[in-house]
């Protein structure tokens, strides 16, 4: 079935440093895929998204391309600041028609 | 204006209780959603209704019940309380059923079974 795999956690980093964290996906056919932010004591909420091949999505300083060659969608961030400080969630919409998530990397960032 | 919210935001109850737990959205979203999110942040999607329909019931134990009474509302009751029930539920909404529909969140509802 379909599954999303990324990178475990957490992850620490000073603020300003390069992010990267890695997800891979299994699907059939070519799913919508998406990162999910969740900050301390709230729900999930839309990082970015992208709906097909090649496809980057981007928001607040964040990017991600679809990659069909390698199955990935990674997240990158150029400059991390301490309120990015979350657990993040890629997750792909699947052919049984729901969303499934993967085990999400919380990131704490050092001022 | 919340657009998804959840009451109550902390329950806390014995085992063997029965127990309800409401969602509203005010974004006209035809689409709704339960999911667990256990201790290690792991979530999975137990149930979705689109207009009052349920369309994914994934393998939840039957003390788990949702009830849709209208496309604006999904409830969700549990009987006969487990300790592994202890979890945060978010429920969260999409304007309709298309892959690339963005999901959003209420705000979690902290189940603890004593």
């Known amino acids: 079935g379909d599954s999303v795999t990324q990178m475990e956690g957490p992850v620490t980093l000073s603020e300003e440093a390069f992010l990267t964290i890695n997800c891979t996906y299994t699907?059939?056919?070519?799913?919508?895929l998406f990162w999910y932010v969740q900050y301390p004591g709230e729900g999930l909420q839309l990082l970015l998204k992208?709906?097909?091949?090649?496809d980057k999505g981007s928001n607040k300083g964040f990017e991600a391309t679809y990659r069909k060659e390698t199955t990935s969608f990674h997240l990158e961030k150029g400059s991390v600041q301490v309120s990015d400080s979350a657990v993040y969630f890629c997750?792909?919409?699947?052919?049984?028609?729901?969303?499934?998530f993967g085990s999400g990397t919380r990131l704490s960032i050092r001022p | 204006d919340t657009a998804v919210s959840q009451t109550p935001k902390y329950l806390v109850t014995q085992m063997g209780n029965d127990k309800s737990i409401k969602c509203e959205q005010n974004?006209?979203?035809?689409?709704m959603y339960w999911y667990k999110q256990d201790s290690k942040k792991f979530l999975k999607i137990m149930f979705s209704?689109?207009?009052?329909?349920?369309?994914i019931n994934e393998t939840v134990p039957n003390r788990f019940s949702p009830k849709s009474p209208d496309k604006a509302h999904l409830n969700l009751h549990i009987n006969s309380l487990e300790l592994g029930d202890s979890a945060v539920y978010f429920c969260?909404?999409?304007?309709?059923?298309?892959?690339?529909?963005?999901?959003?969140f209420g705000p979690g509802t902290r189940l603890t079974v004593l």
């Open positions: 969260a909404s999409k304007v309709g059923t298309s892959g690339s529909d963005t999901q959003y």
């Open positions: 699907a059939t056919g070519y799913p919508s």
């Open positions: 992208a709906t097909k091949a090649d």
């Open positions: 997750a792909l919409y699947s052919s049984a028609s729901k969303i499934i």
């Open positions: 974004l006209g979203h035809d689409t």
């Open positions: 209704y689109n207009n009052k329909e349920l369309i």
